[in-house]
């Protein structure tokens, strides 16, 4: 087990075999735990990324340990701060090179950064960039595009309080059907050759999950 800045994997049920068809990012900050647990079952998507978990963590885990193969979390925090990163990954598929990166050891209630990962052959980052400020918006997503261990080929499924984060890489991300006058916050972006395609799914939250498929022809 990796235990690079308390990152942990817990290994559960029996692990699927073939390729991952499906990711779902979601920020549950304010709702129930009950809520959580049971819309993430009604999308039994194979890949899900969480944001704003800064609690009851180990009931999703028990709850959902029959279907995710793995699940990897973050629970460092500086000694200062009052809460960790808030960030979770289920997968029905073997995770393996996980590891989190902080955005920097500044003055914060978070331990702020993002988890890195990889199923198969496909890299992910689970992040969650909730500040109002466009401008730290933009230099943590700069900081992701930087420090990401894959050249440049991955997945990013986050939480991105930006009207349009699609503008801010310099190659168009390989998305289809995205809404960038959508209010929600939540997004799944492609910067390899594997092609998204983005649906919301409205449970009546102030910030709804969106599901991706992905294209693995493209």
Known sequence: MN???????????????DKPNTIVTWNITNLSIDFIIEKIKILDADI?????????????ISQLKDIYYNIVTNDHKQYYMYND????????????????????YW?????????FYTIDK????????????????????????????YNDNFIIGG?????????????????????ITSVNNNYIISLNNLGITNNMYDFGC?????????????
């Open 159 to 179: 939480y991105i309080n930006y009207k349009d984060p699609y503008s801010l890489f310099s190659k168009r991300p390989n998305n289809q059907l995205y809404n």
């Open 206 to 218: 102030k910030e709804n999950p969106i599901m991706g498929i992905i294209d693995h022809i493209i």
């Open 122 to 149: 496909y890299n992910f980052c689970n992040c969650n960039l909730d500040n109002k400020n466009d401008e730290k918006i933009y230099n943590r997503l700069q900081m992701i595009i930087k420090n990401n261990p």
């Open 107 to 115: 003055y914060s209630k978070f331990y702020s950064g993002s988890i």
């Open 48 to 60: 899900v990324h969480l944001q704003g978990i800064y609690k009851d963590k180990d009931i999703i």
């Open 3 to 17: 235990s690079y800045n308390s990152t942990k994997l817990y290994i559960n049920n029996q692990k699927k075999t």
């Open 85 to 104: 990163c808030g960030l979770m990954v289920l997968s029905k598929y073997e995770i393996y090179d996980y590891h989190f990166k902080p955005f920097g």
